[in-house]
Each structure stands twice: as structure tokens, then as C-alpha cells.
């Protein structure tokens, strides 16, 4: 009897499991309107990016417009003789009856070209190493150093402030300050430039420095490497992308740069390009297409170093993210 009542017991165990296993899920019945919103819904979004990417593109397309226009017609009014310029827009715009590079020659000799352009590519080179070189060290000094003592992030914020004050207030006593010391030159001007571009350049190394983990600088310690040898042979080649950056943006600031030179080096055989092409603008008017030749000849050099930083940019990127 008792072997009989086991066997009832299981094959009601089993039973029940066989309807629960074989229980279907139950059905939820969606209301017809609540999908047709969901529908809608979806179709909104897709609506939305589409009028957002609309809005987007017709900027860019007016962003480009608003870059190339003028070089537009700077191009076009450097291959123009004097006697095509009218006064009206169409006759600004109208393409040249005969491209000519008349302008260019007489620009290069009025300008003393060859010169004023090794003045420039002097103080641009040497002020574009120097600031790698010493603002990358202090910027690297600085950087790892502000986290833990408060006098080097006070140091940091006392350097970047610099970029806050205009360079109209600096203006006269640089002047008299460069001519008692006896540097009012280029390397006065390269002095200048190396204080000047200080906060925005370490203001970028130590924000760099955030993506160089502190792991390799204590390998290098367990190494037996000293601090100068982890910065000259890990960190400083880490950070080539930054270099690259700092390269642009101080050759192009120092390039383009009227005023340092102006007041520095008046009255001295030392002009850069800026200044050279000064030379367009009289009193009574200002000689356009030698001016606008001027300005395509001045722009090349640092165009194509412009694009030579970029790539490196680029491959610094690249590199980085694989390893």
C-alpha cells in the first residue's frame, strides 16, 4: 500500500510540472492607437534629425562661403592690373581679362620680399622651438606637481591669467623696457613672444599630460631613470601631437603678428612680412592688388607648414590609439 501511495505522489508531482512547463504565456492585447503612437513617434524622430541635419549642412555651406569669398576675391584681384578695379561689386568679382603675375613681381620688390620673409621664418623658428622646449618642460613640471602642492597650482593659475590682459596695456612699457636693456630687436621679439604664448601653451600641456599614464614614468623609475631622462625620453615624445599643435598655433599667431614687431623694432632694417606690407597702405589710399599679391605670397609658407602640422596631428592620434 504504502509503495502505491509514493507512486500516486509522483505522478501527481509530475503532472503539475507537465501544466506548468506547458502553461502558454499570457497574451497582452495592445490597444490599436497606443501602437499607432508608438509609430508615429518613431516616425517624429526620424523627421527631427532629418530637418537638424538640414540645418547643419546649410551652415556649413554658409561657413564655407563666408571662408572662401574672400579668398576668392583676394586671388582674383591679385591677378588684376589697376585699371580693371572699378568701384561697383561686379567689377570686384568679374574674373581678370588676362591673368598676369606683374603684381606678384612688383609686390616682392617693393616689399624687399626675400628679406622681410627670412626676418619672418627667423623669429617664427626660433620662437616656435623655444616654446616646445621650455613651455612643454613646465608644463609637464607644473602639472604633475599642482594635484599635490598648492604653490605650483597657484603658479598655474598666476601663468594663465596672463592671457587675460590685453596687449594694449603691456604695449609702452615693453617699449621703454626692451630699450634699456638693449634688446630692442629680434631677440627682444622673441623674448616677448616666448612670454606672451606661455599661458595658452601650458595651459594645453597639462591638460595633455592627463592622457600620459603615471605608470610609465614609474617604470622608468624602477628603471633607474632619473626625472630629466622620463622627460625627455617618455614624456616629451608622448607628447608629439601636443607639440604639433603648439607648432601651429604659435607660427601662426607669430606669422601674422603686426603690432611686437611695430612697436619693438621701429626704425630698424629688421621688418617681417607684416610690417613690409605696411607699405601698401598710404594716406590716401591703399594699392590693392600689390596688397592682395602680397598677402597670397606671405600666406603660402605658413599654409603649407600648416598642413604638414596637421598630418602630423593626425598620425599622433592614429599612433596613440593603437597602442
Not at 527631427?48 to 541635419?53: D, F, H, L
Not at 582674383?76 to 613681381?105: C, H, Q, R, Y
Not at 620688390?109 to 626676418?119: I, P
Not at 593659475?157 to 590682459?165: A, E, R
Amino acid at each position: 500500500m504504502e509503495n502505491k501511495d509514493i507512486e500516486i505522489k509522483e505522478n501527481e508531482v509530475a503532472v503539475e510540472a507537465t501544466e506548468t512547463v506547458e502553461k502558454p504565456a499570457p497574451v497582452i492585447n495592445r490597444h490599436p492607437e497606443e501602437i499607432s503612437y508608438k509609430g508615429a513617434k518613431k516616425k517624429q524622430g526620424v523627421v527631427g534629425s532629418k530637418a537638424v541635419n538640414r540645418i547643419i549642412n546649410i551652415l556649413l555651406v554658409l561657413g564655407c562661403l563666408t571662408i572662401f569669398f574672400p579668398l576668392y576675391m583676394t586671388i582674383v584681384i591679385a591677378f588684376k592690373k589697376p585699371s580693371e578695379m572699378t568701384n561697383d561689386v561686379a567689377g570686384a568679382l568679374a574674373l581678370p581679362e588676362k591673368w598676369s603675375f606683374d603684381n606678384f613681381a612688383e609686390a616682392m620688390r617693393v616689399t624687399d620680399f626675400w628679406h622681410s620673409l627670412g626676418n619672418s621664418l627667423l623669429l617664427t623658428g626660433i620662437t616656435v622651438v623655444i616654446c616646445i622646449l621650455l613651455h612643454s618642460l613646465a608644463g609637464y613640471l607644473i602639472g604633475r606637481k599642482m594635484a599635490k602642492h598648492k604653490a605650483f597650482k597657484a603658479s598655474y593659475f598666476y601663468i594663465v591669467s596672463g592671457m587675460f590682459v590685453p596687449f594694449a596695456v603691456l604695449m609702452m612699457p615693453l617699449v621703454k623696457q626692451t630699450a634699456q636693456m638693449g634688446i630692442a630687436n629680434r631677440i627682444g621679439v622673441i623674448i616677448l613672444y616666448v612670454v606672451f604664448f606661455m599661458p595658452m601653451n601650458i595651459m594645453l600641456y597639462t591638460g595633455y599630460l592627463k592622457n600620459i599614464p603615471m605608470a610609465l614614468e614609474e617604470a622608468a623609475c624602477v628603471d633607474g631613470a632619473t626625472a630629466w631622462q622620463t622627460f625627455w625620453r617618455i614624456i616629451f615624445p608622448n607628447m608629439k601631437p601636443m607639440h604639433a599643435t603648439v607648432a601651429v598655433l604659435t607660427a601662426m599667431s607669430t606669422w601674422n603678428d603686426v603690432m611686437t614687431p611695430l612697436v619693438i623694432m621701429s626704425g630698424t632694417d629688421q621688418n617681417t612680412l607684416p610690417l613690409a606690407q605696411l607699405n601698401f597702405q598710404t594716406q590716401f589710399g591703399t594699392n590693392y592688388n600689390l596688397a592682395f599679391a602680397s598677402y597670397l605670397l606671405a600666406l603660402l609658407p605658413i599654409l603649407i607648414f600648416y598642413i604638414i602640422c596637421q598630418k602630423q596631428i593626425i598620425n599622433g592620434v592614429v599612433n596613440g590609439a593603437v597602442k
